[in-house]
């Protein structure tokens, strides 16, 4: 079925001339407000500044634990590639157990509040 050019509307570039204004964007596209964009980049700063700080205090803890265990005589602490490896791993799955803690926490108090 052919439509004619009254049903189509002339066209000017890309939009319509006898268009409403919201029909101008693109179907399905909904635009995003200032402070939902700005919300969105400072949750997205705080998670990175709160995993740096954590990784931080991470990478010191496994450290005192290295020194603490090879003072102790423990013997493949001492040998550099296991302490390597425990010292880039062990601050990254504390990191990654402690999202984990923080997730489940925020879980349980959600649904405390939600009644």
Known sequence: MKVSEEQRGSRIGTD????AAEETERIGASSMPLTDFAGGCLMSLSSV???CGLL????AFVMACLSALSAAGVGW????SASQFILFGGPVAL????WM???YLRFLWRRRHAG
């Open 101 to 103: 803690m923080l997730d």
């Open 49 to 51: 500044a709160l995993s």
């Open 56 to 59: 931080l205090i991470n990478g």
């Open 95 to 98: 990191l990654i157990i402690q």
């Open 16 to 19: 319509r001339i006898d268009s």
């Open 77 to 80: 602490f001492q040998g550099e």
